[in-house]
């Protein structure tokens, strides 16, 4: 394998494979296992198999970096386990842990994994070994879906036949929590939801030549996602609030793994929440699904500052991935260490953009030191030491490197039909390309071939040897989610796209009105809608609230308004419920069928006649 294949992990020096302690710390509290071996959806699709890990118990093949290999055993335990006195976790039942806090009445749930399926098979493995408590609390630590997407399968039913119906269970969570996962997930969603398919690898069968993980767990649940609004919010560090008789004190962390983030002690338990702002890999600054850059900066600061808080105050750390780790003495290395790693990476990237050099430049230039590059956590199975210093370079000198050809550059066909004519034509790149895979550079033979298919898309030659190049990066991936990536797009090379799973739930129906006309803004075609103008007033009875939008110059543009919008070409009057349904409901002629309204009906026949929809299976490594 070359060894420049394998360079998409944290450098330096190396851990010692015979160190046996996370794998002594992941066993540790086992209380039992699930006793099913699938979750199942209502409608019989099977949304998680806890078999699609059983190969992991066997030993590393040439096709698996090892220490991913290590990662992915570790990340496949699953089962319930007790972290502390009343504290337990379910892990391996989703991406992400589900923790739970006994109180004095029932159970705290902590980040309710990704879909309400898993969730609910999570509580239910709880409850089987812990009695039937009910939840009197919900807690999510931040605004990324695998903490907040099962929700729904953790509340009670909203019928009111239960001692502690839905609304009597507070909901906490940060801060600007429910901006944040809105603009996560739905404003960019389509986008980011086709490219996590590829870092996550949805599509690869289960197996040591396909997915063996993510890092942060195997990876994620297909289930039916939701949202609710949170009722507690969380504002500064050093609030404290009682749950079910169960004291929590929190640290906010905004601007680190998530916009919206909190840690918590729960001093009673000497135990403490890091969120996922500490785990037992290297994160990313910039996830490769997509998001707002990090601030690896102020993530150190917090690290830094929670050693301060709760670093004496604890006897564990627990994370919603991974596995926790116990020791006063202990916890308090492993977030220095943590601190250090992100700390490191900003600082050293900025010292050399200062020296002049660009973020691809920086990023083959920066080793993790020895000190660090020896524990397993901070090797990049889920971020890499790459692709976050681009990342820090991103954030602060954005995406020109200062080269004024760098400018106005071709879109990929046109320069990659440009640079294959360069080149002698089509077969001299192959050929150039072939000798590049066998001098073991499989990095610049990829870079040629990519040219080759965006010029030649139709030329199985190129989409093979590509394919192939793919295949070669992956195995030696020490990153799982380049080798996700690598082995989606050797996948799509040789069968094409396999359509994306939407499984939205009810996450649109958590939406605020005003967000509601953000999304629609995001569709809106500007080309198609250069010439229109229009106003339409609408009247949300079910909320006592009224907007007025307008759509000139290709814009749709919404406000809040005191009374009707009576002055409009069209006022409608309907509930949040109807206002979903209504730019759900396609383009036919009947949209405003059964919805109270006044004025020109074409106004909105107008608006929704030049909504986009997206495209959830847009093409990546083909033109």
């Known amino acids: 394998m070359s060894g420049q294949a394998r360079s998409s992990g944290s450098s330096g020096g190396g851990p010692d494979f015979g160190d046996r302690r996370d794998f002594e710390s992941a066993d540790r509290g086992f209380v039992a296992g699930p006793a099913e071996r699938t979750v199942v959806a209502g409608d019989g699709r099977v949304v998680w198999n806890f078999d699609d890990t059983v190969f992991l118990e066997g030993e590393c093949p040439d096709s698996v970096h090892p220490g991913l290999w290590r990662q992915s055993q570790l990340c496949a335990r699953a089962g319930l386990y007790e972290v502390a006195d009343g504290v337990y976790q379910v892990r391996g039942y989703d991406l992400s842990n589900m923790s ?24 239910a493995l709880y409850r089987a070994h812990r009695g039937e408590r009910p939840v009197t609390a919900v807690l999510f630590t931040h605004s990324h879906l695998d903490h907040f997407g099962g929700v729904l399968g953790v509340l009670p039913p909203d019928d009111g036949d239960h001692e502690y119906g839905r609304d009597q269970v507070p909901v906490v969570a940060p801060e600007g929590f429910m901006e944040q996962s809105v603009a996560e997930n739905v404003y960019a969603g389509t986008a980011m939801l086709r490219r996590g398919a590829y870092y996550a690898g949805s599509n690869l069968v289960r197996g040591p030549t396909g997915l063996v993980g993510m890092g942060l767990g195997f990876t994620a649940s297909s289930g039916r996602a939701g949202l609710v609004p949170p009722t507690v919010e969380i504002r500064h560090t050093g609030q404290e ?36 702002n500490a785990t037992h890999n290297l994160h990313n600054i910039l996830t490769l699904r997509g998001a707002v850059v990090r601030d690896a900066r102020i ?13 004496y105050d604890a006897d564990v750390l627990f994370a919603s991935h991974h596995w926790p780790t116990w020791g006063t003495a202990e916890l308090r290395t492993f977030l220095a260490e943590q601190r250090d790693l992100y700390a490191y990476l900003h600082d050293q990237t900025l010292r050399l953009a200062n020296q002049g050099r660009t973020g691809v430049e920086i990023a083959e230039l920066v080793e993790l030191p020895p000190a660090l590059a020896k524990s397993w956590h901070t ?3 889920y971020g890499s030491v790459s692709h976050n210093v681009k990342a820090v370079y991103q954030r602060y000198m954005g995406w020109y490197d200062g080269h004024p050809s760098s400018l106005w550059e071709h879109p990929p066909v046109e320069s990659a039909r440009r640079y294959v004519d360069c080149m002698g034509g089509p077969d001299a790149v192959l050929e150039k390309a ?20 965006f010029a030649s898309p139709d030329s199985a030659d190129a989409r093979e040897l590509l394919a192939d190049t793919f295949e070669k990066l992956a ?64 009247n949300v009875t079910d909320l006592g609230e009224t907007y007025r939008t307008t759509l000139h110059n290709g814009v749709l543009v919404h406000t809040r308004t005191i009374t009707p919008a009576d002055d409009a070409q069209l006022l409608i009057t309907l509930t949040k419920p109807q ?24 106004v909105l026949k107008s608006l929704v006649s030049v909504l986009d929809r997206p495209d959830p299976d847009f093409a990546i490594v083909t033109p």
């Open 475 to 538: 195995y030696g991936a020490e990153n799982a989610t380049w080798r996700n990536c690598y082995l989606m797009g050797a996948d799509e090379l040789r069968h094409g796209i396999t359509p994306t799973a939407v499984t939205a739930g009810s996450i649109a129906t958590a939406l605020s009105v005003g967000q509601l006309f953000d999304s629609l803004a995001i569709r809106v075609n500007g080309p198609q809608a250069w010439d229109l103008s229009l106003s339409i007033g609408w």
């Open 241 to 276: 609030e009682t749950l079910d008789g169960v004291l929590f004190r929190f640290q906010m962390t905004p601007g680190t793994e998530a916009p919206s983030e909190m840690n918590f002690l729960l001093p009673g338990r000497r135990a403490l929440c890091m969120a996922e």
């Open 299 to 311: 993530w150190a600061r917090y690290l830094g500052e929670a050693i301060d808080l709760f670093g």
């Open 434 to 453: 072939r000798g590049y895979v066998d001098a073991g550079d499989l990095r610049f033979a990829a870079q040629l071939l990519k040219h080759a298919v």
């Open 579 to 602: 206002l979903l349904t209504l730019f759900a409901s396609g383009d036919g002629d009947d949209v405003l069928g059964g919805v109270e309204y006044s004025g020109d009906p074409d």
């Open 100 to 123: 739970l806090v006994e109180g004095e009445r029932g159970v705290v749930v902590v980040d309710p994994l990704v879909s309400e399926e898993c969730a609910a098979a999570a509580l």
């Open 379 to 381: 090797h990049g199975y």
